[in-house]
């Protein structure tokens, strides 16, 4: 009894965004964006490990106009998903969150980030290891870069231990392939989505009920 009841602990450990992916690579998809009712707007580009869990996340986030996963940070242009995974282009996996500032401060939509993921370990969440999924926050503009500092200082004073998230300037975003795009509103019954993603949009539900959208 032992050893079966051990069985979907140890799925649970084999489940990774890297080996999940290979099931849906001929997926199609679009990004949905909504318009701004202030006719503002920002972009925060944000890497928390997998792509599809922090996409999933602010995609649910009131003044959140626009959600993009895809890569930035490395050395190559136009990499692969392959490429990226393979760890040697020094990409991270990232979202481009597109939100209307009249709606959501770039100081709220950091404070989400810092409590979604686990900004205290080094270049992993969970089981996704590897430089592609670091914690890191890439900077639009000098205010953003000071922002972004603040509520690291902030945050840390939640966690026991050290937050290692990276605070760099963003350079060049390369949108990530269709198929990761809408990832786990697509595809909610895929293993790594039920697994991983569910339980944590279960618990930003919970802790941001007020900012979600309706």
């Not at 890297?18 to 849906?24: E, G, K, P, T, Y």
């Not at 786990?184 to 944590?200: A, D, H, L, M, V």
């Amino acid at each position: 009894m032992k050893n079966l009841l051990s069985i979907p602990f140890i799925m649970l450990l084999c489940i990774s965004c890297n080996s999940a992916q290979n099931s849906s690579q001929k997926m199609q998809s679009t990004v949905s964006a909504e318009s701004s009712p202030s006719g503002q707007t920002e972009v925060a580009t944000l890497g928390g490990g997998c792509f599809w869990c922090v996409e999933a996340i602010y995609q649910e986030l009131k003044g959140v106009l626009k959600v993009e996963s895809g890569y930035t940070g490395g050395r190559i242009s136009n990499p692969t998903y392959r490429e990226v995974c393979s760890g040697m282009t020094g990409h991270a996996e990232v979202v481009q969150v597109t939100f209307d500032p009249a709606r959501i401060s770039y100081a709220d939509v950091l404070r989400v980030f810092f409590t979604v993921h686990d900004p205290t370990t080094l270049n992993r969440q969970g089981n996704d290891v590897g430089t592609q999924y670091r914690s890191v926050i890439y900077y639009h503009s000098e205010q953003q870069r000071d922002t972004a500092e603040a509520i690291k200082k902030e945050a840390s004073e939640a966690w026991n231990d050290p937050i290692v998230t990276e605070i760099s300037a963003l350079e060049t975003f390369y949108r990530a392939e269709d198929y990761h795009q809408n990832y786990y509103r697509e595809n909610p019954n895929q293993g790594y989505c039920s697994f991983i993603i569910t339980p944590k949009l279960k618990k930003f539900r919970e802790k941001f009920a007020g900012k979600l959208k309706q």
